[in-house]
């Protein structure tokens, strides 16, 4: 029998980008090592907003332009801080469905054009970034009429129940919903990598711990997972 570990458990504040890989192994290894996690997934927008309210955990994991933002509010302990991972932005389709051709700008945005309807968050660092897109490229009211537009969660799951035939966002946070198929990244031009940062917030009474987490997040056989999923460790 397993004995019951006395350390207490990690918060976490995450982004939605590591939820696969968290969830297939780098948890369970933490967990193996007599440690325990309480997540609250959410897009850095979100939890932006929850913070800026009042809400703490131990741990918090975002983009690096949010990291900044609470590094320099004083929320974000910079001592602890580890630069984790950057993540390119996909499309995908129900699996069987046709891939689009996206090699290049002009085949994306026609591809775009094309479909029926266009699933994508406007909360997550990747909605947001893709709003501004297709607002340069002048196709952005076109599009949103008939987008498939959600405030949080997942796009992907979308393209299952049948609202949408194209979904948008992190490949990673693609290839966390089941019965899908990536159809590639965004092609040069129309890219854009995220770089997500983790580090404890200031003031967490569960340090110790909380810096043992930010440690195994950041090890080589979490980095390995990362890779798996679409995902480049920095």
């Known amino acids: 029998m397993q004995q019951q570990s006395t350390r207490r458990p990690v918060r976490l504040m995450s982004g939605f980008v590591v939820q696969t890989p968290f969830g297939v192994d780098v948890i369970p290894r933490f967990e193996q090592s007599g440690g325990a996690v309480q997540i609250e997934w959410n897009p850095t927008s979100v939890l932006l907003r929850e913070i800026d309210a009042g809400s703490r955990a131990d741990v918090l994991l975002v983009t690096r332009e949010a990291m900044d933002e609470l590094v320099a509010k004083g929320m974000a302990d910079a001592s602890t801080r580890v630069e984790l991972l950057s993540s390119n932005l996909g499309v ?77 966002q992190q490949i990673s946070e693609l290839l966390s919903v089941e019965g899908i198929e990536i159809v ?34 950041d090890d080589a056989a979490a980095r390995d997972t990362y890779r798996r999923y679409g995902l480049d460790p920095v």
């Open 92 to 168: 995908a389709v129900k699996r069987g469905a046709p891939h689009p051709r996206i090699a290049n700008v002009d085949e994306f945005r026609e591809a775009l054009l094309d479909a029926r309807s266009v699933a994508y968050s406007n909360a997550g660092a990747s909605g947001i970034y893709f709003g501004k897109l297709i607002a340069e490229w002048g196709i952005a009211e076109t599009l949103n009429a008939r987008a498939t537009i959600i405030k949080d969660g997942l796009a992907a799951e979308k393209l299952l129940s049948g609202d949408a035939d194209l979904a948008i």
């Open 184 to 217: 590639g990244p965004f092609p040069p031009g129309a890219q854009k990598a995220l770089s997500f940062s983790a580090a404890c917030f200031v003031g967490t009474d569960n340090l110790d711990e909380a810096k043992r987490f930010i440690a195994h997040i």
